[in-house]
């Protein structure tokens, strides 16, 4: 019974994988998860490997008038850090986080020096907490998409966040209502990446 119902867990998740997208965030807009959801949402992309049970991330949200502050006081750092930055970049800026009504920034928590644990292997652990946010947000009707850019890489903003010293943005998860089909790229053939040593 049980190898039963674990292989039709297995077909189903192989389905949403096949399925799995992302949705560019200019694409996403309201309705966000609802609170229930949300924290179905959280409990599930928090279930990772992670060698020694370190915990080593966690997750700021960023959702209504937080949005607009946080994209406007971005705008200002990259003004300041560099004068000629066009005004079409900045303007990047303090629209970028409001499209989505959620955007879950990921943050990784590595201890450097861990007896045990290399640091790469908790990056790794956080990394999965984001890439199942997506997932999660896609099993929920959400679209998603993961980014980056400058923010997640700038000291002044890891400050603005609140982040201590070992910690660091790893990703902005924007998550929304997908206000159009998101398009289809192509994807990795296995049989280039796979190899057999013997
Ligand atoms: C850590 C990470 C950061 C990313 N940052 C950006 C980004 O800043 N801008 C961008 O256009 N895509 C970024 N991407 C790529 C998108 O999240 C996404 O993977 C891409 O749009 C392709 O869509 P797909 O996930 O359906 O393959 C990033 C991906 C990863 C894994």
């Not at 949200?61 to 970049?89: K, N």
Request: contains cysteine.
């Amino acid at each position: 019974m049980l190898g039963f119902f674990a292989a039709g867990i297995t077909v189903d998740l192989l389905d949403l994988l096949n399925a799995r997208r992302s949705t560019p965030s200019r694409l996403l807009g309201e309705p966000g998860p609802a609170p229930a959801e949300l924290q179905r949402l959280l409990q599930s992309a928090v279930r990772v490997p992670d060698h020694g049970r370190l915990d080593p991330f966690r997750l700021i949200a960023l959702e209504g008038a937080a949005r607009v502050r946080f994209g406007e006081t971005l705008a200002r750092i990259h003004a300041r850090m560099d004068p000629a930055t066009p005004d079409a970049a900045l303007d990047k800026d303090r629209k970028r986080y409001l499209d989505a009504p959620l955007i879950l920034v990921v943050v990784a928590r590595i201890d450097e020096h861990h007896a045990k644990v290399p640091a790469q292997e908790q990056l790794l652990s956080a990394g999965c907490v984001g890439y199942n946010l997506l997932l999660g947000a896609q099993a929920l009707g959400y679209g998603a998409q993961m980014l980056t850019g400058w923010a997640a890489y700038d000291r002044e903003v890891a400050d603005l966040l609140g982040l201590t010293e070992n910690e660091r943005v790893l990703a902005f998860v924007h998550i929304g209502t997908a206000r159009e089909r998101a398009p289809e790229r192509n994807r990795p053939a296995v049989a280039n990446l796979l190899s057999h040593w013997s």
